[in-house]
């Protein structure tokens, strides 16, 4: 689960970035919507994908605190960078009760 959740996250992210500093730019200055129509459904194809694993996750392999955190990351330009950084490093993590 960790694995798709990076990879979607850093997907995220940079069609986040792109959209704001690439297709923005061009619709505003340049004149011309279509970039932002088509890198603006590809974010937010990924956007619903990114919360859609990390409610997956909760529960299961994170705790709560983890959706909350999630949900923020995803707001913020590179905020799923900085997200994956912490879920790799366990901070989420449940413990086995084995």
């Known amino acids: 689960m960790?694995?798709?959740v990076s990879l979607f996250?850093?997907?995220e992210g940079f069609s986040f970035l792109i959209l704001l500093f690439y297709a923005m730019p061009i619709k505003y200055i340049g004149g011309d919507a279509s970039v932002v129509s088509l890198v603006g459904a590809i974010h937010g194809f990924l956007?619903?994908?990114y919360?859609?694993?990390i409610f997956l996750?909760?529960?299961?392999q994170w705790n709560k605190t983890a959706l909350?955190?999630?949900l923020v990351a995803a707001m913020v330009p590179a905020g799923p960078f900085l997200f994956e950084?912490?879920?790799?490093g366990g901070e989420y993590d449940i413990p086995?009760?084995?």
């Open 2 to 4: 960790k694995q798709w």
């Open 9 to 11: 996250g850093y997907l």
């Open 47 to 49: 956007f619903i994908a």
């Open 51 to 53: 919360l859609f694993l």
């Open 57 to 60: 996750g909760v529960g299961k």
């Open 68 to 70: 909350l955190h999630g």
């Open 85 to 88: 950084g912490m879920l790799l």
């Open 96 to 98: 086995n009760s084995a």
